[in-house]
């Protein structure tokens, strides 16, 4: 990718998952990163605005933010207690804002990337508080969008089904079969395939997007 060699990148959640991949694919194609995560090279929970300022202080001016840490939480919407749904938003959707906010203040010239997810897009059983942050999500890196422009570019990636650990403890291997089954491409994606985009939205051949939510989930929502 053009331009990615040399830049200061910080993944949120890059310990396991999407962001772990993301780490790696970035520092493959020269980039200095910065893991933020509970267990990250900066530990910080992105649920706290403190932790959040510290963390950033620690990092100081960078060229790239990809905004991923995330929780979910599988249970009807009517067993969702208060404190459930209050930290779901808080890491999903509050910790986005956060995040954002103290690497926009570090930019000169920059791009943020944010982890939505299809659950933004459309409604999913048993995942209420999920949709509802993602959702908040794709609005908010549309907004920023608008508002850091031309500055700073701004976009959402809402993945399908990624086979994660996040996702593998969710689900028995007969539950991914049958979601395989409704996906076109009949799999689940790899981690390192997220990855890949948030690498291309991130370089100098996407210097022209802005603003965009983009959906890689093997045809699901087609």
């Known amino acids: 990718m053009k331009g990615l060699a040399g830049k200061r990148v910080v993944v949120t959640g890059g310990s396991s998952g999407i962001g772990e991949a993301t780490c790696r694919r970035f520092r493959e194609e020269g980039a200095e990163v910065v893991s933020i995560a509970l267990d990250g090279e900066i530990v910080c929970d992105v649920a706290d ?16 933010l990809v905004a991923n840490a995330g929780i979910s939480m ?10 459930d749904w209050q930290r779901v938003l808080d890491v999903n959707l509050g910790g986005v ?7 926009a203040r570090r930019m000169d010239e920059g791009v943020i990337l944010m982890t939505a997810s299809t659950n933004g897009l459309s409604g999913h059983e048993l995942y209420a508080d999920y949709n509802a ?18 500055r700073i570019r701004v976009n959402a990636v809402c993945p399908g089904y990624v086979l994660t650990p996040m996702q593998r403890a969710e689900y028995t291997e007969e539950m991914l ?5 409704t996906i076109p491409l009949q ?10 985009l948030f690498a291309f939205l991130a370089s100098d051949d996407a210097g022209y997007i ?13």
């Not at 599988?74 to 404190?83: A, K, N, S, W, Y």
């Not at 804002?97 to 690497?103: S, Y």
């Not at 942050?133 to 031309?150: D, F, H």
């Not at 802005?210 to 959906?215: F, I, N, P, Q, Y």
């Open 97 to 103: 804002f956060r995040c954002a906010q103290q690497a």
């Open 210 to 222: 802005t603003g965009a939510v983009l959906t890689i989930d093997g045809g699901e929502t087609a």
């Open 133 to 150: 942050s993602k959702a908040g999500v794709i609005l908010l890196a549309r907004t920023m969008a608008r508002e850091l422009a031309p």
């Open 177 to 181: 079969a049958a979601v395989n089954a």
């Open 187 to 196: 799999r689940h994606a790899a981690p390192e395939e997220i990855a890949a």
């Open 49 to 64: 605005p403190e932790q959040v300022a510290a963390a950033f202080d620690q990092v100081g001016e960078l060229d790239v």
């Open 74 to 83: 599988r249970r009807p919407f009517l067993e969702i207690g208060e404190d």
